[in-house]
């Protein structure tokens, strides 16, 4: 018996707070769910520009390294013709 009613007591004491808090909890998910929904929008936003970024840098550096390397084989030929004018004055 007395076990049983303190059981009881308590099971229903959670059930009526416990629903409370329930109603409450999807309630605030409620209200929260179009601000997340913005921040997904926003951070896909995001996330396109910085491929596009990523896009434009790639490209930007394939053209630095190309360059690069044709003015280093430039003034490697001008230091060998140098070199060989050089050579041919001493």
Do not use: H, N, Y
């Not at 997904?40 to 490209?59: F, M, N, P, R």
């Not at 690069?68 to 070199?83: D, L, P, S």
């Not at 004018?85 to 001493?90: F, G, I, L, N, V």
């Amino acid at each position: 018996g007395e076990k049983e009613k303190e059981l009881f007591d308590a099971f229903m004491c959670w059930c009526k707070t416990g629903d409370k808090d329930l109603s409450t909890s999807i309630a605030d998910a409620k209200d929260k769910a179009p601000a997340v929904t913005a921040a997904i929008e926003a951070s896909e936003g995001k996330l396109a520009q910085a491929k596009e970024d990523l896009k434009s840098a790639q490209v930007e550096r394939r053209a630095a390294k190309e360059a690069m390397a044709e003015a280093t084989g430039v003034r490697e030929k001008e230091a060998a013709a140098f070199a060989a004018e050089k050579a041919s004055a001493d």
